[in-house]
Nanobody, 122 residues
Framework: QVVESGGGLVQTGGSLRLSCAVSGRTFSTSTMAWFRQAPGKEREFVTRIRWSGFSPYYADSVKGRFTVSRDSAKNTVYLQMNSLKPEDTAIYYC?????????????????WGQGTQVTVSS
C-alpha cells in the first residue's frame, strides 16, 4: 500500500515536497514512480526510481526542477518540486511495481495511492 501526502497551494516559482509512505515489504528491485493528472487530461508519468536508489528518470517537463529520492529506513519516497509552474497543477499519484520495471506507463504499476493535490497559482 502506498499513501501520498504533502500537496498544497503554492505560488509560481515556489517549492513543495511530496511524500509517499510504503507499507508492507519492499524489495530492492521495486520501482517507485510518480504520476500526475491535470483536469481533463490523461495521467502522465513524472519520475521513477528503483528502491535501491539507483536510476532516477524524469519526464522532460520536470527535468532539472523535480528530484525523486527514497529513504529506505522510513519506507518513504519523496518528490521535491522546485520552480513550480501553473502547468504543474495536478493530482500527484505515487505508484509501485514491486517486481521492478523500466516502464513509464501507468499500466505497468500495480499499487497506487489516492493522490494528493498540487495547485500552483500564477
Amino acid at each position: 500500500q502506498v499513501v501520498e501526502s504533502g500537496g498544497g497551494l503554492v505560488q509560481t516559482g515556489g517549492s513543495l515536497r511530496l511524500s509517499c509512505a510504503v507499507s508492507g515489504r519492499t524489495f530492492s528491485t521495486s520501482t517507485m514512480a510518480w504520476f500526475r493528472q491535470a483536469p481533463g487530461k490523461e495521467r502522465e508519468f513524472v519520475t521513477r526510481i528503483r528502491w535501491s536508489g539507483f536510476s532516477p528518470y524524469y519526464a522532460d517537463s520536470v527535468k532539472g526542477r523535480f528530484t525523486v529520492s527514497r529513504d529506505s529506513a522510513k519506507n518513504t519516497v519523496y518528490l521535491q518540486m522546485n520552480s513550480l509552474k501553473p502547468e504543474d497543477t495536478a493530482i500527484y499519484y505515487c505508484a509501485a511495481n514491486y517486481g521492478g520495471t523500466w516502464s513509464t506507463s501507468t499500466q505497468d504499476f500495480t499499487s497506487w495511492g489516492q493522490g494528493t493535490q498540487v495547485t500552483v497559482s500564477s
